[in-house]
């Protein structure tokens, strides 16, 4: 069974090294797992009461009964792309006897399709994944039925093809430098209204994702790798059996409590004491406000950008170059409001089979039908609530700032009840009028996302997410900071995957847990941190585009067709000379 057989490291000999996590999300949970899994003593410090952090379940209280669990909400419903490498990799060595084979990674399940709801028309499905001519026909007629031509669909590859195949100092510098609406052309009228429309909203169902705010760098590097997936092996769209806790979180907590993982819930960090070069404590406060010291050998801090941003002294920031760029950021400016929303349902009403975005919507939702997924493995949605529950849709709201029909925005919302009716308002409004009244009719309740706060005052959000604004990856520190003792371990981490997700909190976490081990005198080559093959590829095109780049010159697609030719011409000659060896201007 996979990873049945993980062997723990053994203590090393002497005093047991330690090390203390401040933060229980998934960039602390991934770097609690390497290090205890290398024999290290590690305490997780989180100031919530439940591990998991954005990726955890909330549960609505008091819904189950009869032994039943709580109804279960989400922060946001969970998308696991294909190209995912570090969190499958996690996936894969925690044990989990619910699942069909025996690890968390087995409670995966493909969604074939991906959808678009237009309002007064309905549902358009496309295979996220075309294996057949007929899913290919269905691929092409799905583009026509949203607005688009096979002509903007060249251009729209085209656009990917220029991303890979630019060098990483034009990735890094001037595609860095526009946000993803502008690279793809879609604020010089290069595509029809409504695919343009379609094209926007694509990149939703990956929130941190957003066209107009994210840098090219980021957006294009994860649009690129979706894009790739849909020609690879392993499916494109991949969702979860059941909410996040049941099938991930609880199995991996369960597992780092059995490896010797302390986990102290309700424990917020609010400080840390530098001495010299080193950190000397940190600073954690529980319930009480009860302030204690916590002495380690090494401290990683798991913590979201703006808390990490507060923490930030001036002598912190004194002592590293990568601390004092983040103090330097405003959060305000390098994140953004995305929350989630189920509504619960006495019946499933089916919308399509797999992710589904609402154009038009203004508040820019998503959703998944859930019990097509739930219903097959050994938990089912009979498990929640009291007894009625057969459906759940589960919304992402990306846009928290724009008008809805009445005027209102997400963050005007005077009760929860009163934002949860216009999110299903909009919903409705995306369906046909027969699904519409299904939809509203099999409502038994819902929940929203409880990190958002409705008060007198407005609402207010607990969980921002990194958006990637233009000139941000300049900005992002990396895991591992010339203090020796202190790494850092969540999304915002410079990363090979760049995006804020599950996956670059992950690898942010690896990187910290590496680092940490090396700082101890330990081996952390164990520690597996991965690359992903569609961005290395196209290398003798990334050398001519190093080479152009070095000459000042635009992207060889961005050049007219009589300098190109003469380009190849020269870069002909310069490659014979050269003998083709990769090592750019
Ligand atoms: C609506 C929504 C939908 C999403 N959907 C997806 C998706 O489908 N796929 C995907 O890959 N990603 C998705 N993401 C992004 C993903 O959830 C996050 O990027 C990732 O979970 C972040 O992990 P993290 O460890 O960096 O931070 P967090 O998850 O924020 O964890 C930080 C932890 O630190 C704790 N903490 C905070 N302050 C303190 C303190 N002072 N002391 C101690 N502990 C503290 C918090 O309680 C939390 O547990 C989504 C995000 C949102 C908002």
Same mark, same amino acid.
């Given at each position: 069974?996979?990873?049945?057989?993980?062997?723990?490291?053994?203590?090393?000999?002497?005093?047991?090294?330690?090390?203390? *996590? $401040?933060?229980?999300?998934?960039?602390?949970?991934?770097?609690?797992?390497? $290090?205890?899994?290398?024999?290290?003593?590690?305490?997780?410090?989180?100031?919530?009461?439940?591990?998991?952090?954005?990726?955890?379940?909330?549960? *609505?209280?008091?819904?189950?009964?009869?032994?039943?669990?709580?109804?279960?909400?989400?922060?946001?419903?969970?998308?696991?792309?294909?190209?995912?490498?570090?969190? #499958?990799?996690?996936?894969?060595?925690?044990?989990?006897?619910?699942?069909?084979?025996?690890?968390?990674?087995?409670?995966?399940?493909?969604?074939?399709?991906?959808?678009?709801?237009?309002?007064?028309?309905?549902?358009?499905?496309?295979?996220?994944?075309?294996?057949? /001519?007929?899913?290919?026909?269905?691929?092409?007629?799905?583009?026509?039925?949203?607005?688009?031509?096979?002509?903007?669909?060249?251009?729209?590859?085209?656009?990917?093809?220029?991303?890979?195949?630019?060098?990483?100092?034009?990735?890094?510098?001037?595609?860095?430098?526009?946000?993803?609406?502008?690279? #793809?052309?879609?604020?010089?009228?290069?595509?029809?209204?409504?695919?343009?429309?379609?094209?926007?909203?694509?990149?939703?169902?990956?929130?941190?994702?957003?066209?107009?705010?994210?840098?090219?760098?980021?957006?294009?590097?994860?649009?690129?790798?979706?894009?790739?997936?849909?020609?690879?092996?392993?499916?494109?769209?991949?969702?979860?059996?059941?909410?996040?806790?049941?099938?991930?979180?609880?199995?991996?907590?369960?597992?780092?409590?059995?490896?010797?993982?302390? *986990?102290?819930?309700?424990? %917020?960090?609010?400080? $840390?004491?530098?001495?010299?070069?080193?950190?000397?404590?940190?600073?954690?406060?529980?319930?009480?406000?009860?302030?204690?010291?916590?002495?380690?050998?090494?401290?990683?801090?798991?913590?979201?950008?703006?808390?990490?941003?507060?923490?930030?002294?001036?002598?912190?920031?004194?002592?590293?170059?990568?601390?004092?760029?983040?103090?330097?950021?405003?959060?305000?400016?390098?994140?953004?409001?995305?929350?989630?929303?189920?509504?619960?349902?006495?019946?499933?009403?089916?919308?399509?089979?797999?992710?589904?975005?609402?154009?038009?919507?203004? !508040?820019?939702?998503?959703?998944?039908?859930?019990?097509?997924?739930?219903?097959?493995?050994?938990?089912?949605?009979?498990?929640?609530?009291?007894?009625? $529950?057969?459906? #759940?849709?589960? *919304?992402?709201?990306?846009?928290?700032?724009?008008?809805?029909?009445?005027?209102?925005? /997400?963050?005007?919302?005077?009760? %929860?009840?009163?934002?949860?009716?216009?999110?299903?308002?909009?919903?409705?409004?995306?369906?046909?009028?027969?699904?519409?009244?299904?939809?509203?009719?099999?409502?038994?309740?819902?929940? +929203?996302?409880?990190?958002?706060?409705?008060?007198?005052?407005?609402?207010?959000?607990?969980?921002?997410?990194?958006?990637?604004?233009?000139?941000? !990856?300049?900005?992002?520190?990396?895991?591992?900071?010339?203090?020796?003792?202190?790494?850092?371990?969540?999304?915002?981490?410079?990363?090979?995957?760049?995006?804020?997700?599950?996956?670059?909190?992950?690898?942010?976490?690896?990187?910290?847990?590496?680092?940490?081990?090396?700082?101890?005198?330990?081996?952390?080559?164990?520690?597996? /941190?991965?690359?992903?093959?569609?961005?290395?590829?196209?290398?003798?095109?990334?050398? #001519?585009?190093?080479? +152009?780049?070095?000459?000042?010159?635009?992207?060889?697609?961005? /050049?007219?067709?009589?300098?190109?030719?003469?380009?190849?011409?020269?870069?002909?000659?310069?490659?014979?000379?050269?003998?083709?060896?990769?090592?750019?201007?």
């Amino acid at each position: 069974m996979e990873g049945r057989g993980i062997r723990l490291r053994a203590r090393p000999p002497g005093r047991p090294l330690t090390v203390a *996590v $401040l933060g229980g999300g998934m960039g602390g949970l991934a770097c609690a797992h390497e $290090l205890s899994r290398e024999g290290v003593r590690v305490t997780i410090y989180e100031g919530s009461d439940g591990l998991g952090g954005k990726a955890r379940s909330q549960y *609505v209280p008091a819904t189950g009964t009869e032994g039943r669990q709580d109804w279960p909400g989400e922060h946001g419903f969970r998308f696991y792309p294909a190209f995912y490498r570090h969190v #499958i990799a996690s996936m894969r060595e925690i044990h989990d006897p619910e699942s069909p084979t025996g690890t968390v990674a087995g409670n995966l399940v493909a969604a074939a399709n991906a959808g678009v709801a237009i309002p007064g028309r309905g549902i358009v499905t496309t295979p996220r994944k075309p294996r057949s /001519l007929s899913d290919l026909r269905q691929a092409v007629a799905g583009i026509r039925e949203v607005g688009g031509s096979p002509r903007e669909l060249a251009r729209y590859l085209g656009v990917h093809l220029k991303y890979l195949t630019s060098c990483d100092a034009r990735r890094d510098g001037e595609i860095e430098a526009q946000p993803w609406a502008g690279f #793809i052309g879609a604020d010089r009228g290069k595509y029809g209204a409504a695919f343009r429309e379609v094209l926007l909203a694509c990149t939703r169902t990956m929130v941190a994702m957003d066209a107009h705010r994210g840098s090219s760098r980021t957006v294009g590097r994860a649009s690129s790798l979706l894009l790739a997936d849909s020609f690879g092996d392993n499916e494109v769209d991949r969702t979860m059996m059941g909410p996040t806790t049941d099938c991930w979180l609880a199995p991996w907590q369960r597992q780092l409590r059995a490896w010797g993982v302390d *986990v102290r819930f309700g424990h %917020r960090v609010t400080g $840390l004491d530098l001495d010299g070069r080193r950190i000397a404590r940190a600073w954690v406060s529980d319930a009480t406000g009860h302030r204690t010291a916590v002495e380690a050998d090494a401290f990683v801090l798991a913590v979201p950008l703006d808390v990490a941003h507060r923490l930030i002294t001036p002598q912190l920031a004194d002592a590293d170059p990568s601390l004092e760029r983040l103090a330097g950021c405003l959060p305000d400016q390098m994140t953004d409001w995305m929350a989630g929303a189920q509504f619960f349902l006495d019946r499933d009403v089916p919308l399509c089979d797999g992710h589904l975005i609402f154009l038009g919507s203004p !508040w820019a939702l998503t959703a998944i039908s859930q019990a097509q997924f739930w219903n097959r493995g050994a938990r089912g949605m009979q498990r929640y609530g009291d007894g009625r $529950l057969r459906g #759940i849709i589960s *919304v992402d709201v990306s846009s928290c700032f724009t008008p809805d029909a009445d005027g209102k925005r /997400l963050v005007d919302g005077r009760s %929860r009840a009163e934002i949860l009716d216009r999110i299903l308002n909009q919903l409705v409004g995306g369906l046909d009028p027969a699904t519409g009244r299904a939809l509203r009719s099999a409502v038994i309740g819902a929940h +929203l996302d409880t990190e958002l706060r409705v008060g007198p005052d407005g609402v207010s959000n607990a969980a921002r997410l990194l958006v990637h604004p233009p000139g941000s !990856w300049q900005v992002r520190p990396e895991a591992v900071l010339t203090i020796p003792n202190l790494f850092l371990a969540a999304d915002y981490v410079r990363t090979a995957v760049d995006l804020a997700s599950m996956e670059g909190a992950n690898e942010a976490g690896r990187r910290a847990a590496r680092g940490a081990l090396e700082s101890m005198g330990l081996d952390g080559s164990g520690v597996k /941190l991965f690359s992903y093959a569609p961005l290395e590829r196209h290398r003798l095109l990334r050398h #001519i585009d190093g080479w +152009l780049h070095g000459g000042n010159l635009p992207h060889l697609m961005d /050049l007219p067709g009589h300098v190109r030719r003469g380009l190849a011409t020269a870069l002909g000659r310069d490659l014979a000379r050269t003998g083709g060896r990769a090592d750019g201007p």
